[in-house]
């Protein structure tokens, strides 16, 4: 069956960096446009980044242009997010999401807590 299952996440301190990783299976990962998604306590769930099928293009939200770097390894299934100088506000459930036409799989979320 379908699986996206994240991983990485973790308590840091701001301005620390962590690297999340999305394991894919059950479905063709090389033809799907991959997401990370978060959402914060009390808020509505945001696209942070998101890359093409081979890892060609890629578009990230403003607030975390410049710190953060999606990436994917077709061989291995995996997509990635390294997240750097990390802020407060970058607290959340990280999601990652596969993206074909129609079809939309989701993850099951890793928390990230930045916090001193």
């Known amino acids: 069956q379908v699986q996206l299952v994240e991983s990485g996440g973790d308590l840091v301190q701001p301005g620390g960096s962590l690297r999340l990783s999305c394991a894919a299976s059950?479905?063709?990962?090389?033809?799907?446009?991959m997401s990370w998604y978060r959402q914060a306590p009390g808020k509505e769930r945001e696209l942070v980044a998101t890359?093409?099928?081979?890892?060609?293009?890629?578009s990230y939200a403003d607030s975390v242009k410049g710190r953060f770097t999606i990436s994917r390894d077709n061989a291995k299934n995996t997509v990635y997010l390294q997240m750097n100088s990390l802020k407060p506000e970058d607290t959340a459930v990280y999601y990652c999401?596969?993206?074909?036409?129609?079809?939309?799989?989701w993850g099951q979320g890793t928390q990230v807590t930045v916090s001193s």
């Open positions: 999401r596969g993206t074909y036409g129609s079809r939309r799989f």
């Open positions: 059950g479905f063709t990962f090389t033809i799907y446009a």
């Open positions: 890359i093409n099928s081979v890892g060609g293009s890629t």
